[in-house]
């Protein structure tokens, strides 16, 4: 049974100013409540359909309770409040991936997830960037923000601080498969609709882009996926 109490708390947990005042998220789905169950990550609580996760002890839910709490135009089988981590604000070494106001949480979702699978243990992101415990940004992770930190700080002051060299994502840089990159290195990924602001602009040393070798007349690349074919240029040496 799930009291007034508890679905008004976790339905506030849509919004990032109640996240943040409860220090809580929310996780939805068998494979991402177990993901974030056998990592670092704290439950608070836990509300299932009979049959799962009876070993965790999880609060019995009804269907329609489940849909009146979940995030989900279909409701998976279970949902789960969890603590939101303090996050150290260290520099990392080697490859740094770096998102100046990314907004769309779909996108910032594919990044974490492509962080995970190059091995990337910490996304640096603007305060403009969407909130990665926003719960469409966690869906998307399908489990992989348990591997990655995402660190939000001012980039100005973050990007001065770097001695590695910096790159950064646009339209008339330099040819990636022609351009000479370091693997300990920095690259910015800027906004879906403006691209890297003026001000992180000032503090990027190499500009490089993705040619387009067809003829249609699409603007840009999806910024996740110019991330990924970037990322991998990097990687690959």
Known sequence: MVSKSQIKLITSLSQKKYRQQHGLFVVEGIKGIQEFLDSHY???SLYALKGYFEAQNAIEIAEA?????SFLKTPQKALAVFEIPKLSSEKEAGFQLVLDDVRDPG???TLIRLCDWYGI???VCSQQTVDCFNPKVVQATMGSLTRVKVHYTNLDTYLSGQTLPVYGAFMD????????????AILVLGNEANGIS????EKIQHKICIPQFGT???ESLNVA??????????KRG
């Open 121 to 123: 243990k910490t996304l």
């Open 225 to 234: 996926i110019a991330g990924a074919i970037l990322v991998s240029e990097f």
């Open 173 to 184: 840089g330099e040819n990636v498969y022609r351009a000479s990159m370091l693997e300990d």
């Open 65 to 69: 309770a489940l849909k009146k709490i």
């Open 107 to 109: 996108n910032l979702g």
């Open 42 to 44: 704290t439950l608070h």
């Open 216 to 218: 249609s007349t699409t």
């Open 198 to 201: 003026s001000a992180v602009s």
